[in-house]
């Protein structure tokens, strides 16, 4: 807010000087030439950018290829000074509202088509779809040769639908760029890319027919075929467009692409194959192996291809990230550490970078550097994370009030404040088992600020599920089916809580069943099927879910769920057995040391 009232007021005062001479500048005309008055008062380089897409080179004044309109010196009265003075300082300070209508009356006024474009842009940029056309048209009509002219009046054209009035305007431009020795088709699809239209197809397929069929049409053709989803006429102008030239690698990627979105994943092996025979040292192709690989969860392979496309292209970040990327994902710590630390010389990825080596740190249980990595991470959308992360390894390393000391500075640091910064808060307090108070004070801080977030409400129900307040849990867990109906982990957490506490477990096993029918393979709620089930007085059909969901995920609590039920069934060296096993993997878990001393008390 701070910067648009900055803004107006500084216009405001440019506004009133203008006024101010107006009445000095009303009573005599005044011959000048238009360059002049633009370059002192804007500079030539103001850009008004909205809908532009292809760059603009002039084309030889000598051989125009649509006959221009004869120039006339301009001469402005005060009237008209002052409309274009007022019109270039708008637009300069965002007041196009005000702007606009100066522009238009100049460029019916002036044969000049510097006063239409901006008309034509502005129009466009606000949407103003009739001013738009009717600006663009006067545009095109004062600047016949000029390509962004004919684009923009093509591309309004397309918008309302009118394909027959586009297709002229299209072929214009597609002309214009190729007696520039550029690629006119390939532009104008490039131009009309974002419009998903069908009269932009139809625009396309009608131009492309007054010119050769070589394999650059038939790649743009491809292209064109591909933005529209039309994947089997797109297959077949890219195949057309290979057989015109074997080497049109662009059209083999891209035809690589459409036989994977149309899972033929093993003819685009074989397409990309035969392009990399030919061109064994094409980097697009190699990544388009790669990534073609990755589609088909061949990872190790997928790594290897990857690894050529970075040797054949060292510098470029974008292969080295795709590397690091899949080296991180594969757990091949010491290459993703080497990709890494090269992209932490990369601006972009400079950051990002810094991220994922703290958390290989992490992985490789080198807290101290993790730390370190974690702080270096600078402002941007992996701070947050890194901050977050960072909280945790110092828990960890039980310098729990740092951490909370972290997240306390990154909360007053950020705004909004995402939900996940008071979660983490909330349980790291929990873990140091701060005050109740606090803790529901911070819950509720940020349900204020996020107050259908699923995380926190379903966070703050467990919490709660550990005092006496039945009802506040209840509550609770209700909203969070209310937003959010039949969510496995809130029927999951609503019925666990109840078993817990050992109240109303025939409610809590139909949450339960409920869950597990919408998530038969989270081993959360496998294992509350198996803990209610036992807790209903059936050991023997409990123990089958608590087996299934120690299968899929081993875990402390789950593993002292079961060494209780062999214990309840009699098979006691069997709980002994297993019990055995379990605290050697979780020594420090407290249920599991809980149900060790109840059973084999020392």
Sequence with gaps: MQVWHKLFSSSTLVFKAIHAARRKLISYSIAVKLIPIFSVVLGASYLLSACQSVPEKTVAEEKPLFAEPERVELVFNGETLYDALVAEVGARQGFFDESLPKYQTLSTTFDEPHFAERAARIATFKSRWPEALSSAKRWVELAPNHVQARQLLGTLHVREGNAEL??????????????????????????????????????????????????????????????????????????????????????????V???????????????????????????????????????????????????????????RADVTYAYAMLATQESKWSLAQTLWQTLRNDRKHQHEATFFLAQIEEQLNNDELAAGLYRAVGEGEHQTDALLRLSVVLLRQEKGDEALKVLAELRQKISPVPARL?????????????????????????????????????????????????EKMDRTFKKLLDLYPGDPDALNGWG????????????????????????????????????????????????????????????????AHIVEVLAELGRLDEAKTFYAKVVAEFPDHEQVKAIGQKLWPQ
């Design 166 to 255: 586009a297709v002229p305007q299209f072929d214009a431009m597609v002309k214009l760029l190729n007696a520039k020795q550029e690629d006119g088709l390939l532009a104008m699809v490039a131009a009309l890319n974002g419009e998903k239209d069908a009269a932009a197809l139809q625009v396309i397929s009608t131009v492309a027919k007054n010119y050769p069929a070589t394999s650059a049409a038939s790649y743009a053709l491809g292209l064109a075929h591909v933005s529209h989803r039309e994947y089997q006429a797109a297959e077949n102008f890219l195949q057309q467009a290979i057989e015109q030239d074997p080497d049109a690698n662009d059209a083999r990627v891209l035809l």
């Design 257 to 315: 692409r459409v036989l994977g979105a149309t899972d033929r994943k093993q003819q685009a092996e074989m397409i990309v194959k035969a392009g990399l025979k030919r061109d064994a040292n094409n980097v697009s192709l190699q990544l388009s192996y790669a990534r073609l690989l990755i589609s088909q969860e061949r990872f190790d392979e997928s790594l290897d291809a990857f690894g050529k496309a970075h040797e054949m292209a060292p510098g």
């Design 422 to 470: 008071f979660n983490a808060e909330a349980q790291i307090m929990r873990q140091l088992n701060k005050a109740d108070d606090e803790i529901e004070a911070v819950y509720l801080q940020g349900l204020e600020q996020h107050p259908t977030n699923k995380d926190l409400l379903f966070n703050y129900g467990l919490f709660i599920s550990d005092s006496d307040d039945v």
């Design 496 to 559: 666990y809580s109840l078993v817990v506490k050992g109240i109303r477990l025939q409610e809590a096993r139909t949450y339960i069943e409920e869950a597990v029918k919408k998530s038969p393979d989270n081993p959360a709620i496998v294992d509350s099927m198996g803990w209610v089930t036992y807790k209903l007085g059936d050991p023997e059909a409990a123990l089958p879910w608590l087996e299934k969901a120690y299968k899929i995920a081993a875990d402390g609590e789950i593993g």
